[in-house]
């Protein structure tokens, strides 16, 4: 999916404590936007901390606490 800046912020918002990573965001000519716009919409909803850019090529630990996916289940979706 792609987003703007402010629509990536708006849908972070309505996905409660969840960590954004975008990718691609600055990879492609055709994008408008850049990853500092995408920054600069979320510090503007008050949600950078929920934001998390990652340096292409370098890999990175993400926090991940409870998943909301469970690989037990047929549909791979918890029911929490």
Known sequence: MTLRGTDAAEAAGLLGDALVVPVHADSWAHFTESVDDVRTAFEDAGLAGRLQV???GVPAALPLE???WDVSTED???DR
């Open 54 to 56: 990652l340096a292409p």
């Open 66 to 68: 409870e998943a909301a």
């Open 76 to 78: 791979g979706l918890s």
